[in-house]
């Protein structure tokens, strides 16, 4: 499942924003505009900077599409370009149609010609077609407009806020003209902020600091155990490697130490950000340990009851990796669960492989409800606590008895000949009840 990343208000407010000032005149239409701020956001999703981006200060959709209309249309290269290479008659349709693809590929930074389909490279131009005669009326009201917008944005750069500036533009941050940063800080410990401009790289620690960055965290974890610290300090590590784009083995290992710290200590939200980033970098061959995170990922929608997400996960799985003993074991127990197995079920929750079982344990007590809803309608009148306590996989049939009173009444365990039994005639209504409740979709979502 894709992890959810809450808008920031301010890029609430600046999707909104576009709308209310375009221009029914404006030379760039609604499409074009709500296409552009899709890209923008989309593109900051993907390189986890969301958060990175001053919504407030960024160019409006309609400012770039135009900005980048006046940049192709006053660049003459690629005209000249075409110009010196002669083509044949019949291919020159089709080299006039591509002659802006190549003056993109050949004048854009290395880090940019990956990504073949951006918004700027389908652009669309004014067209030469005939359009309907505008009256005097119009004309007026269009070019009273125009001068309202170029004033106000004339105003934003006397105050040195200009968007387009490039010293202070927060798209400096994700813009991807300007290349990665590349950190000179030698700190090994530092504390995570969230970045609401450009990173400093004066504050962004490189690859070498990073690596022994990780070794000192190591080893603070093993001593130390302080989980607060740890987290704090890993995010600050992902995101000096998210802003110089760093994307290597390195890259996998930081993410998932993480992500079983973040396991076992409970704290879904960073596991999930830490999963998600994973399943990415898993796609890259960069390699770490797929098949385990794989089978992590097919315990932790069991856990969140995301079907939909958990298609996609079974998807994923290949013939290869159904070999491994942790991705196995997985569907195995997804498997006892959709047959209703609960023998089998608490069965595999005992011999858990990797750090599953800290997954298992967030749900195994909604699946003794509904194993207990089950026995009480297959064991009447009573049954052994005994009998539940191996069923169930409890420690001891203490633990069997208090779970049973947090989830019903002390009338319904009654001890006859030296042991306690379950009255399950009248149990089955509430471990239905409890069942039902326990059952509700589990929403998990990450924080970036």
Not at 182 to 192: A, D, F, I, P, S
Not at 421 to 430: E, I, N, P, V
């Amino acid at each position: 499942m894709e992890p959810f990343l809450p808008k920031p208000p301010s890029r609430h407010h600046r999707i909104q924003k576009p709308g209310r000032e375009w221009s029914s005149h404006h030379p760039v239409s609604i499409p074009e505009m709500q296409e552009k701020l899709r890209h923008v956001i989309t593109e900051a999703a993907q390189n986890d900077k969301l958060g990175l981006i001053d919504w407030e200060r960024l160019p409006l959709p309609q400012t770039m599409v135009q900005n980048e209309r006046n940049k192709v249309l006053a660049n003459p290269s690629s005209s000249n370009w075409a110009s010196s290479h002669p083509a044949s008659p019949g291919d020159a349709t089709r080299k006039r149609k591509s002659t802006d693809g190549h003056h993109s590929e050949t004048g854009s930074p290395p880090w940019r010609k990956a990504n073949r389909n951006r918004f700027e490279d389908r652009v669309t131009h004014p067209t030469t077609e005939k359009k309907p005669r505008i009256t005097l009326d119009q004309s007026s009201k269009s070019k009273a407009n125009l001068e309202m917008r170029r004033k106000r944005f004339e105003g934003v750069g006397a105050s040195g806020k200009s968007p387009s500036s490039p010293a202070g533009s927060p798209m400096h941050a994700v813009d991807a003209d300007q290349g990665p940063v590349v950190g000179r800080c030698q700190t090994l410990e530092k504390n995570y902020f969230r970045l609401t401009s450009a990173p400093n790289p004066d504050s962004v620690r490189p690859l070498p600091v990073l690596k022994k960055a990780l070794d000192l965290l190591k080893r603070k974890w093993k001593h130390d155990s302080n989980y607060g610290y740890i987290c704090d300090q890993f995010k600050s590590l992902r995101q000096d490697l998210t802003v110089q784009r760093i994307r290597n083995e390195f890259t996998v290992i930081v993410y998932e130490i993480h992500a079983r710290i973040a396991l076992e200590k409970g704290d879904l939200g960073e596991y999930n950000q830490c999963q998600t980033q994973l399943r990415v970098l898993y796609a890259q061959q960069l390699g770490g340990h797929p098949t385990e995170f794989k089978a992590y990922r097919i315990l932790y929608f069991i856990y969140t009851r995301n079907w939909t997400a958990m298609n996609d996960a079974l998807a994923d799985v290949t013939a290869e990796d159904k070999k491994d003993l942790a991705v196995k074991h997985a569907l195995d127990v997804r498997s006892a669960l959709a047959l209703g197995n609960y023998h089998r079920f608490f069965q595999l929750y005992l011999d858990t492989p990797n750090m599953g079982a800290y997954l298992m344990d967030m749900f195994v007590d909604r699946e003794r409800l509904s194993a207990l809803a089950t026995m009480c309608r297959a064991y009447k009148p009573d049954v052994n606590i005994r009998f539940i306590t191996e069923e169930l996989g409890f420690e001891s049939d203490e633990q069997t008895a208090r779970f049973v009173l947090d989830n019903s009444s002390e009338e319904l365990l009654e001890e006859r000949n030296g042991a306690v039994r379950l009255l399950t005639g009248k149990a089955g209504s509430l471990f239905d009840q409890a069942k039902a409740a326990a059952h509700r979709v589990v929403d998990i979502k990450g924080q970036i």
